[in-house]
């Protein structure tokens, strides 16, 4: 029974404003900031009024239980503007009894506004399990439902909203859905985050979810943390510290690359078939499964198969003679990997591949002899290619047949590449559809001039994450070459004059 649920102890240190409304909870949280609780129900809702001289914007209109508009109207006189941080149901339940109601310019969140949401949809809000109707003495949970809304005009990331001696910008943060959005007071200090932040378990749940979008939302977040006097989530408490961002980033990036295990099905009871739960100390992460799953590098058959039916230009897969390597101590699925199919003579980003041969014509793979100033057991690597700058990319037979690239500049000191010749075909694959799908919908000069969206750039390390997680560790050569990326894209764009 939900009414036997306590208050969350934050609110007892919180100055409450009351009003005549059983089913809200208001509180002063800031400078002429209200938190609109709806403590009652087990989505622990929390709207907020945010006060300015000549307009007041609400953030969120909660369940649409009880009448928010009531509420609102004893707290100011001014006119009110509507802004939702996502349409998500529990977000948008009292939109319908306001006039002006700003939202994103997407066909999610117009079929939202138009359809609402029916009660066989939302009637699990209201039984015994997920309310207290002790709050809520007249109610129609038979008949509870979302009603549709008129959106009045469309806002982007970096809207500026004025209400008077008090300027709001809007903050593009999609992954939780697509629509979802921050709201940044930078005079004050004040961010409001909606369902990207919140401390308890953060739900990446929904069909609409996009984990790769969400990580470059966070990202966006954390970098806002330390301008923060305070963060204002959507769930449980209204009032969190700005640090929680930064963790936020930290911790999520634990998850993306296997280095967080989930809690098991004794550990908690939000653990279910569908469902791993990740927790940390402040909030956790409720993830679907199907999002989360780990894909196996390809072998060489499915390889071969997926780059030969795009090939390109000097891009033929070149094998190994397996006389070549008989002197070397590698591992079967090694061996067969690149006899049956090789890597490509090239390949992005400017990796070259393929057999070096000796002044007799005869194919040579180990390092020391193409590169005499290597000081390395003769054994050890075999030469797979070099980069653009004429590094070698070496399997480490003495590392599990491990991938390096050696820094010649450094004493040819090895960075990781690869956990293995079969994800490095992987990743080069990846990053091929990566390269092929930005020239596609950015244009013919988009590798040129780094011109990827966030959403783009997201999900490409997503793909690359789920092959090998620890090839993007700090300190690798792909992590390099995805931050290389991101600093060039940056040149462009304020080379352009849209940085």
């Keep these: 029974m939900w009414c036997d649920q306590e208050l969350r102890a934050q609110f007892t240190r919180l100055n409450e404003v009351l009003t005549s409304q059983s089913w809200f909870k208001v509180y002063e949280v800031g400078s002429g900031v209200y938190a609109i609780a709806e403590p009652y129900n087990f989505q622990e809702i929390i709207s907020y009024l945010i006060i300015g001289s000549e307009k007041a914007l609400l953030f969120d209109t909660g369940m649409g239980l009880s009448s928010i508009a009531s509420v609102v109207k004893e707290l100011t006189r001014l006119p009110i503007i509507v802004l939702n941080s996502h349409t998500h149901y529990d977000h948008i339940g009292g939109n319908f009894e306001f006039d002006e109601v700003l939202a994103m310019n997407m066909d999610y969140t117009q079929n939202r506004a138009d359809n609402g949401m029916p009660h066989t949809v939302v009637q699990h809000e209201v039984t015994t399990e997920a309310i207290c109707l002790d709050h809520l003495p007249v109610a129609d949970t038979a008949g509870y439902h979302i009603n549709p809304f008129t959106i009045s005009s469309h806002i982007q990331d970096g809207s500026q909203i004025d209400i008077g001696g008090r300027n709001l910008k809007v903050i593009a943060v999609p992954g939780h859905t697509p629509d979802a959005i921050a709201l940044l007071d930078e005079v004050n200090g004040y961010l409001w985050t909606g369902d990207t932040f919140y401390e308890a378990p953060i739900w990446l749940f929904d069909p609409e979810t996009n984990l790769a979008v969400y990580q470059q939302s966070i990202k966006k977040l954390g970098k806002l943390a330390g301008q923060l006097t305070s963060v204002f989530p959507a769930h449980n408490t209204p009032v969190a510290s700005p640090k929680r961002l930064t963790e936020l980033v930290i911790a999520f990036d634990q998850v993306i690359t296997g280095k967080k295990e989930p809690l098991n099905s004794e550990e908690s009871d939000h653990v279910s078939d569908d469902a791993l739960l990740f927790e940390f100390e402040h909030f956790s992460f409720m993830i679907r499964k199907d999002l989360l799953i780990m894909k196996n590098p390809l072998n060489y058959t499915t390889f071969k198969k997926n780059w030969e039916a795009n090939i390109g230009d000097r891009e033929e897969l070149i094998p190994t003679p397996l006389e070549a390597m008989k002197e070397f101590e590698i591992r079967e699925h090694t061996r067969q990997f690149l006899a049956e199919s090789g890597l490509p003579r090239s390949a992005s980003p400017f990796l070259s591949f393929g057999p ?33 700058a004429g590094n070698p990319i070496v399997l480490d037979t003495f590392e599990k047949d491990a991938i390096f690239w050696l820094d010649h500049e450094d004493s040819f000191s090895p960075q990781p590449m690869n956990s293995s010749i079969e994800a490095l075909a992987t990743f080069l694959l990846i990053y091929r559809s990566f390269i092929q799908r930005i020239l596609s919908e950015n244009g013919g000069d988009a590798v040129i001039d780094a011109n990827f969206t966030d959403l783009q750039f997201g999900e490409l390390k997503l793909e690359l994450t789920n092959v090998d997680a620890q090839a993007l560790d700090e300190e690798t050569f792909w992590y390099d070459q995805l931050e290389g990326l991101l600093v060039n894209r940056e040149f462009y764009r304020k080379e352009n004059g849209s940085g």
């Design 356 to 388: 070096y041969f000796d002044k007799n014509g005869v194919i040579e793979l180990a390092v020391d002899e193409v590169y005499p100033r290597l000081d390395a057991d003769p054994k050890r690597y075999i030469l797979l290619g070099s980069d653009g």
